[in-house]
């Protein structure tokens, strides 16, 4: 959003984008409130719904377009679980893929002009975050009880560093929440304020906008490699954190 200022300079709004707003009525926000937020994480489950459910019903030998895509996601994912989590990995894989065509929706339909991107919100990718964390960590303490815990100690490592790597560690492990949403929620956001700024620049440059207009072009295309990096690397990390709990323990 630009705007005239009070001394008649322009002034540019990147962040109003993100602003959570009710759905109806200009009432207090609650918990339960539909919000700009709920609507388009709605459209993003049921866009994956189509694309996954309705699109494979018939199972035809000869796939459709939808088909054909949604198989291509499938082995995509179904193969970087094996990779990285391994066989025992598997087993959590609806979960992973279901993760994985979340984050990869909402980040796309985030593209769209005057629509929300859901996952440029820390509220949105810490829950995603934290429900990865208790996964892990309770995947972990049920399939190897206090053994769990050998992940922490550097066996490898001499014996008087063991106790202090042992720290390092465990802070790292509980950091991983933090960085894992940040990550993805910062990125998102930062790329959509820079697109708002230049589409405020060419709003107000005149016939010279054809610069900030060529920019947003590259902008855009590169948002768009962004939106499915970030799906990626939030799904990779996930499986990567799922290793330590379902394989061997080792350093």
Known sequence: ???????????????????VKPLFGDGP?????????????????LAMTALLVLSTRRRAIVPSRGQSVAELFYGFIHKMVE????????????????????V??????????????TTSH??????????????????GFYRKGIGFLAMFWVSSAPLVLRPIL?????????????????????NLM???????????????????????IAAIVA?????????????YVFTILTCVYLRDAVGDAHH
């Open 83 to 102: 990779d990285v989590a391994g066989h025992e990995g598997l087993k959590f894989f609806p979960y992973i893929m279901t993760l994985f065509m979340f």
């Open 219 to 231: 902008i855009y295309g590169l948002e768009l490699l962004v939106a499915s990096v970030q799906a």
């Open 29 to 45: 926000i609650e918990w339960y409130t539909p919000t700009n937020v709920t609507l388009w994480m709605a459209i993003a489950i």
């Open 122 to 139: 820390i509220a949105v990718t810490a829950v995603l975050a934290l429900l990865v964390f208790l996964t892990v960590t309770l995947v």
């Open 104 to 117: 990869f929706l909402s980040n796309i339909l985030g593209l769209i002009p005057m629509s929300f991107t």
């Open 190 to 212: 930062a790329g959509h304020a820079v697109i708002k700024v230049f589409a405020g620049f060419a709003g107000a440059m005149g016939i010279a906008s054809v610069v900030p």
């Open 1 to 19: 959003m630009a705007t005239e200022g009070h001394g008649g300079g322009l002034q540019i709004h990147p962040m109003d984008q993100f602003i």
């Open 166 to 186: 042992a720290v390092i560690e465990l802070i790292s492990y509980f950091v991983r929440p933090l960085s894992h949403s940040i990550r993805l929620g910062g």
